[in-house]
């Protein structure tokens, strides 16, 4: 099926602000409250959001198989399970309802008032009910940084990292979209020469600049994703900042992995920025440095470019951005992910995500923590404020953003922003 | 509110087997698929199933508050965050619907057509729609005996573990019920003295007795449960099968846990038994080892005396009971798990389900994996068939059971039984 929503000369009758994350080629999904406190699916075009819904019951779906709900849910979850081909016929369509030839709703005022929102009269909703989810660790450059912390510069990748996209799980119910704040976790921790754990705050709260990417039903038990096949079930994907105390992480880690230092919160951003429309951005994978397995031996161009940067933002200061990276240097692709992922038989469903693990470049100002950046608090990073951070401070803001840029088009997801409060007091009860 | 349901002079005009896991005083909660395609929820006396949708639709529920569709779901998870007064009324209306003097059902029969099922004419299904699935690993036999077998004999335990109820996430899409089939899972293996791994079927599929508990909505994102609330969150409980690959664990656990060796199965009794209906057969805490930190002290009792066993039967042979253990053995408790999952503001939803841990006793008998009880396959376990077993062959179904037992009430599980099929073929396609 063409992808006609990709087309990079289209405009729209929509204004679409010059460095908008999201002219009318991108078309990403979302679910907002309206102003009418209902809940819907919907899209963005430039700083307007368009209820699907309300679409949808006008007619403008005519001729696509959907259900009637199908947008007036609280979950992508039906949609996303319809298929790539329902997908692309919806993005389509909306490409041409706002193409800005097209005088259908653009000329039907009654109409437009109930499908268009300004930005400020909704609320961004989590896009999807996560079933499970899965966080990786492949990018071959943050994974050689922890191991050159903590274990041993010579030997700083475990034997297993070049031949395994190794990923663990993590808690589904505390992933929050941008906006929510998150409180700084407690838990138990041992002082360096202690040999008994203390409780209390967590002193090195962190962040991970990561990307996560949501699946269709994929297969059933037992039966596994060929490498190639893969993207078949990738619906899209979004920022993710897998928050990380860490501090806490190195008492529990062993022998299970991370626990309590990552479940407490993680935060995405809320537009889901389909695989179709990231289609231009496609990269070249990194040259293997072993052999890989037949099961994730991949074709040409998994790899996306996608410019990430990490900004932090102290109370009542402005922001300082620390850190610019891109979804390109992963060495694991997401395809590779999921054909290593269901090998086994491991279902994968409508809703699933999976985070890629910290996204680290090359170079010290491309790092995607700060354990990374202010390598693990020996080289504190400087703030336009004058202060300096080695992890984040209560009340500081943590903003996440990624776009990619081609030949004049620009595809982006917009942010996902984070304030850090103090840790959580219960409420006192007379 | 009283538990009249639990009262142990009570008899059901339903027919009960002096042995059966399911008398009047169990009363779990179950979803299963009836003769006429639906799904519905559902209770069991002895081996008769009762539709509890069609009850509520007759009136018999009157005056609890309940709506109208609350049992017409294809999963608990509704009724569950109803909470515990509601399932106790439900659980007391139900015991006085089937007591001997209770003539209102006993006497319609058309009520009683639409209402019972012989167990051939249903289907058990997945009681709940899991959101999220930890694992603990709280037998300190069990962590013993690996640490003896992989670590060092002199300090079995890592310095964490008497501190820390340990646990993980793990994956809630590949938790089936009895019945359905397991195929042997394929991945990357380290094979003796090699430096590369290769691929194919899992050598070493292993079982791990656990039990599983199911949570109600909990807490919000921030807020703790505190060590002796917790009760008050944990719906019920089944048995669990964590199936393990442990040539494949060996091989990818290194540094954040195991992922494959444990997500392509495990398996659940399908009857969930409540927490108040395990309240006659609460057993003491095991004495801490080490001072425990505030907020993981508990009041007395937590623990439970649920005796458990594990057979394994080969393709047309007897089964042989391999081991048998207690759940009353576990060093940290239900309680404890909670409080510490949810220390750090994790929150737990209706329908989480969490693991225990294979539970193993203090004696060689009484291991909970075939990895202990075989101890990784120096000692063979003898069958009835003469054969012997290290580990799980193909076409080996294992069969998991438990019950309490006090003062002539028998409260039982019922069983998780599952049979391991080779490795998963594709269908061939023209």
């Not at 087309?7 to 679409?16: A, G, I, T």
């Not at 997401?334 to 290593?340: C, G, I, N, V, Y």
């Not at 088009?409 to 996902?416: A, N, P, Q």
Request: charged share 25%; proline share 7%.
């Amino acid at each position: 099926m063409p992808l006609s929503a990709n087309n990079p000369d289209r405009k729209s009758w929509l204004h679409v602000d010059k460095n908008s994350d999201f002219p009318i080629q991108n078309i990403p999904f979302g679910v907002f409250l309206t102003r009418d406190d209902i809940i819907t699916i919907g899209t963005r075009i430039g700083d307007t959001a368009i209820d699907l819904g309300a679409l949808h019951q006008l007619g403008y779906f005519e001729g696509i198989p959907l259900t009637d709900d199908i947008f007036l849910q609280d979950t992508l979850n039906d949609f996303i399970a319809d298929g790539r081909k329902t997908w692309r016929l919806v993005r389509n369509r909306i490409a041409e309802i706002f193409d800005a030839d097209n005088t259908s709703l653009k000329d039907n005022v009654k109409n437009k008032e109930v499908v268009l929102f300004r930005l400020d009269e909704i609320e961004m909703q989590l896009p999807v009910q996560i079933g499970d989810y899965t966080d990786f660790y492949s990018s071959i450059e943050h994974a050689t940084n922890v191991g050159t912390m903590f274990r041993d510069p010579d030997n700083a990748l475990l034997p297993n990292w070049l031949h395994i996209p190794v990923g663990y799980h993590g808690r589904s119910s505390s992933i929050i979209p941008s906006g929510i704040p998150v409180h700084r976790p407690q838990g138990q921790t041992l002082p360096a020469g202690a040999t008994e754990p203390v409780f209390g705050p967590s002193k090195l709260v962190d962040f991970e600049l990561e990307m996560a990417f949501i699946t269709t039903d994929a297969n059933d038990l037992g039966e596994p994703i060929p490498v190639n096949e893969a993207e078949e079930y990738i619906f899209g994907l979004v920022l993710f900042n897998d928050w990380s105390a860490r501090d806490i992480q190195k008492w529990e880690y062993i022998p299970l992995g991370p626990f309590l230092a990552k479940n407490f919160a993680s935060s995405i951003s809320p537009w889901i920025v389909t695989l179709d429309a990231l289609q231009p951005f496609k990269a070249d994978n990194p040259k293997p440095l072993k052999k890989q397995l037949p099961y994730l031996q991949q074709s040409a161009k998994k790899n996306y470019d996608i410019n990430l940067e990490v900004a932090i933002q102290p109370e009542k200061a402005k922001e300082t951005v620390v850190t610019r990276s891109n979804f390109k240097h992963m060495y694991w692709s997401m395809s590779q992910q999921l054909a290593h992922h269901t090998i086994n038989g491991c279902p994968v469903n409508s809703g699933d995500m999976m985070g890629s693990g910290t996204i680290s470049g090359p170079t010290p100002d491309s790092y995607g923590s700060m354990l990374e950046l202010s390598w693990r608090g020996e080289k504190p990073v400087k703030m336009q404020d004058g202060t300096e951070r080695k992890f984040i401070n209560d009340n500081d803001t943590v903003i996440m953003r990624g776009y990619c840029e081609k030949d004049g088009t620009r595809i982006g997801f917009g942010e996902v922003k984070t304030k850090l409060l103090p840790v959580f007091e219960p409420k006192k009860t007379k």
